[in-house]
Nanobody, 115 residues
Framework: QVQLVESGGGLVQAGESLRLSCAVSASIYTIEVLEWYRQPAGKQRELVADITAGGRTSYANSVKGRFTISRDNRKNTLYLQMNSLKPEDTGAYFC?????????WGKGTQVTVSS
């Protein structure tokens, strides 16, 4: 059973930066794809970025050029560096291992960007 715990969210002003972390309770060397999702209040969860075991990354158009996803396999940790934050980035952020059974995604970590 893989457990994922997000951290690093907070309240920031537009233009500032945050780095989110996701601690994974297993070796991530063998996890093919790790993902970051976000869910604004009252809206559906959406895929923000993902990264393969080989380091190939993909991003939603809304965050390209501002966000960077990375993984440290030695530390079993996934990161999301968020720069030039905008109010529309506000939401609950979740990490995920693609294909993992997730009946309950938990609360994630809240990111709030003020103008």
């Amino acid at each position: 059973q893989v457990q994922l715990v997000e951290s690093g969210g907070g309240l920031v002003q537009a233009g500032e930066s945050l780095r989110l972390s996701c601690a994974v309770s297993a070796s991530i060397y063998t996890i093919e794809v790790l993902e970051w999702y976000r869910q604004p209040a009252g809206k559906q969860r959406e895929l923000v970025a993902d990264i393969t075991a080989g380091g190939r990354t993909s991003y939603a158009n809304s965050v390209k050029g501002r966000f960077t996803i990375s993984r440290d396999n030695r530390k079993n940790t996934l990161y999301l560096q968020m720069n030039s934050l905008k109010p529309e980035d506000t939401g609950a952020y979740f990490c995920n291992a693609k294909g993992l059974f997730r009946p309950d995604w938990g609360k994630g970590t809240q990111v709030t960007v003020s103008s």
